[in-house]
């Protein structure tokens, strides 16, 4: 990284994404609505960071996890903290989360999601952890999300036949 890259890092790691005077932080509807963990929740938004920041310093679409959707995704609900906080006060730059097109973009996707893995190992000289950033094909292959209200329905796994 460049020195200018070091500071701006250092800015975007230190940002406070949790408002530290509410009894219920952002990190605590996270790991909530995502059935994760306070320490996974954590990690993902220090994850969520690091993919910011990348977009930042490249000049290349990129693709993030879907657990680091999910963080993106919740934190755009929070626009004083996005917009204001975040974007204009931390990265000096506006990050606008474009919605997909539909599958048509599947491939285009793949491509920007690998680009976006082989541009994190380089920037932070290791590979990303893989329960946050998996792998391409489960990436685009295991995504078909209902919002369900847990406390009023049970959620069973479908039992797989072979035939």
């Not at 290791?126 to 946050?132: A, E, G, S, V």
Request: proline share 4%; hydrophobic share 35%.
């Amino acid at each position: 990284m460049t020195e200018r890259q070091v500071i701006l890092w250092d800015k975007i790691r230190n940002f406070e994404i949790d408002d530290l005077d509410s009894s219920f932080t952002f990190t605590d509807r996270l790991a909530r609505e995502n059935d994760w963990s306070l320490e996974y929740s954590l990690r993902a938004v220090y994850e969520y960071k690091r993919f910011l920041f990348l977009i930042v310093i490249s000049d290349f679409p990129l693709t993030p996890s879907d657990q680091i959707d999910q963080v993106w995704h919740l934190h755009l609900l929070y626009t004083q903290s996005y917009w204001i906080d975040f974007c204009k006060h931390t990265m000096h730059k506006d990050i606008h989360h474009g919605p997909t097109k539909g599958s048509e973009e599947k491939s285009l996707f793949k491509e920007q999601y690998l680009k976006t893995l082989e541009f994190y190992e380089s920037i932070f000289s290791k590979k990303p952890p893989n329960d946050i950033w998996v792998d391409v094909d489960t990436r685009f292959k295991e995504i078909h999300f209902t919002r369900v209200n847990r406390h009023k329905n049970w959620i069973l796994p479908k039992l797989l036949f072979k035939k």
